[in-house]
T-cell receptor, first 114, second 110 residues
Framework: NAGVTQTPKFQVLKTGQSMTLQCAQD?????MYWYRQDPGMGLRLIYY???????DKGEVPNGYNVSRLNKREFSLRLESAAPSQTSVYFC?????????????FGPGTRLTVL | DAKTTQPPSMDCAEGRAANLPCNHS???????VYWYRQIHSQGPQYIIH???NNETNEMASLIITEDRKSSTLILPHATLRDTAVYYC???????????FGAGTRLTVKP
């Protein structure tokens, strides 16, 4: 099992450009999440999806949109990138029915907006 | 805001036990204590969680005080590979609201 995979690993954008970050999990988890981590800080939740077809805002949703394409895939879109969105983006998944509700994280996408 | 307070950094000698404290004085009765760690720039990794009883797994032990206002994560025999940022998180299980603070940067030294 690959666990949680993210593409791309690195990306540089110019202000105003758009892009989509991709995330996929092969653990048959119902819940998926997108976090961002700024230098020296902890992770902050952007959006989450409790199940296929549902999405909800987290702590810092402004400037982002998400799509839960199917049970495996959860994408994050930046419509008009801003320098304040320079960050490392982590995707995670979990199975709340599994007792511990442990979140499994991907390796991250390092995004720089110039 | 994170509901926990952790020291920003700690050192530990290789082979010794690492004891990482966490204060969560406003914890509610239905909130669990979770610990994750982040090695270098990788995604966070789950370590352990508990409600009120002490817990142990293959990675670590979690000691929660009787009043549940603080806890300690214990790595019994720290190795260089345990150097990481450790996050203590309190959350209601199955609710999608996991708030990470700044964590404790643990450095294991030879």
């Amino acid at each position: 099992n690959a666990g949680v995979t993210q593409t791309p690993k690195f990306q540089v954008l110019k202000t105003g450009q758009s892009m989509t970050l991709q995330c996929a999990q092969d653990m048959n988890h119902n819940s998926m999440y997108w976090y961002r981590q700024d230098p020296g800080m902890g992770l902050r939740l952007i959006y989450y999806s409790a199940s296929e077809g549902t999405t909800d805002k987290g702590e810092v949703p402004n400037g982002y949109n998400v799509s839960r394409l199917n049970k495996r895939e959860f994408s994050l879109r930046l419509e008009s990138a801003a320098p304040s969105q320079t960050s490392v983006y982590f995707c995670a998944s979990s199975d709340p029915s599994g007792g511990a509700d442990t979140q499994y994280f991907g390796p991250g996408t390092r995004l720089t907006v110039l | 805001d994170a509901k926990t307070t952790q020291p920003p950094s700690m050192d530990c000698a290789e082979g010794r036990a690492a004891n990482l404290p966490c204060n969560h004085s406003t914890i509610s009765g239905n909130e669990y204590v979770y610990w994750y760690r982040q090695i270098h720039s990788q995604g966070p990794q789950y370590i352990i969680h508990g409600l009120k009883n002490n817990e142990t797994n293959e990675m670590a032990s979690l000691i929660i005080t009787e009043d549940r206002k603080s806890s300690t994560l214990i790595l019994p025999h720290a190795t260089l590979r345990d150097t990481a940022v450790y996050y203590c998180i309190v959350r209601v299980i199955w609710v999608n609201d996991m708030r990470f603070g700044a964590g404790t940067r643990l450095t294991v030294k030879p």
